[in-house]
């Protein structure tokens, strides 16, 4: 079955620093997702991407979309104490019609 | 807020018993997806409905099923509990089946 991976699993840094979680997948994906998940939250939907090497910025978080429509990045700079969580990744299948995907997630601690 | 509501918060059952979950949609949602979440995992896809029929399927046994009524609300039925069903269950709307979902607050089930 579609398997999509995170890593890292963890990420500890320090107030200022920046930050980057991967996700790879298994298969070709039509569209992929990223959520973000507060301790004792849910999921919070912060974007879609579509299109072959896809970039989407949202202010410090930056969005990439793999050429081979397989792997995806997001990117936060200058983390803040506001940006703790679990960030997670979610990908359709191109021919899974409505299975959405996550991985497993990149748990993200900044020290102040 | 996403206006998309979950009853109960919180549930201890014990082994063997059912339980039936709540989901009420975003205005003007038609489709609604199930996840369950197991602490330190991410999501994963139980099922999705559309207009009130099952769309879609992920790889649990058919002791978990669903509805979906006319004001496109939503019920997940567990049967049988088993330990290992001790999750957070999310409900998630969208407009469309393939469009961006919005999570509820989750389901906290505890099965002893």
């Known amino acids: 079955g579609q398997q999509v991976m995170q890593i890292p699993q963890y990420q500890h840094v320090q107030e200022g620093e920046d930050f980057t979680t991967y996700c790879n997948s298994s298969t070709t994906l039509s569209n992929i997702q990223w959520y973000k998940q507060r301790p004792g939250g849910h999921p919070v939907f912060l974007i879609q991407?579509?299109?072959?090497?896809e970039v989407k910025k949202q202010k410090r978080l930056t969005f990439q979309f793999g050429e081979a429509k397989k792997n995806s990045s997001l990117h936060i700079t200058a983390t803040q104490t506001t940006d703790v969580g679990t960030y997670f990744c979610a990908g359709r299948k191109e021919d899974a019609g409505n299975m959405l995907t996550f991985g497993g997630g990149t748990r993200l601690m900044v020290k102040p | 807020e996403t206006g998309v509501t979950q009853s109960p918060t919180h549930l201890i059952k014990t082994r063997g018993q059912q339980v039936t979950l709540r989901c009420s949609s975003q205005s003007g949602h038609n489709t609604v997806s199930w996840y369950q979440q197991a602490l330190g995992q991410g999501p994963q896809f139980i099922f999705q409905y559309y207009r009130e029929e099952e769309n879609g399927r992920g790889n649990f046994p058919p002791r978990f099923s669903g509805l979906q009524f006319p004001n496109y609300s939503s019920e997940l039925n567990v049967n049988a509990l088993e330990l290992d069903d001790s999750a957070l269950y999310l409900c998630a709307s969208s407009f469309h089946s393939q469009e961006t979902q919005y999570f509820g607050p989750g389901t906290r089930l505890l099965v002893l």
């Open positions: 991407l579509v299109k072959s090497g």
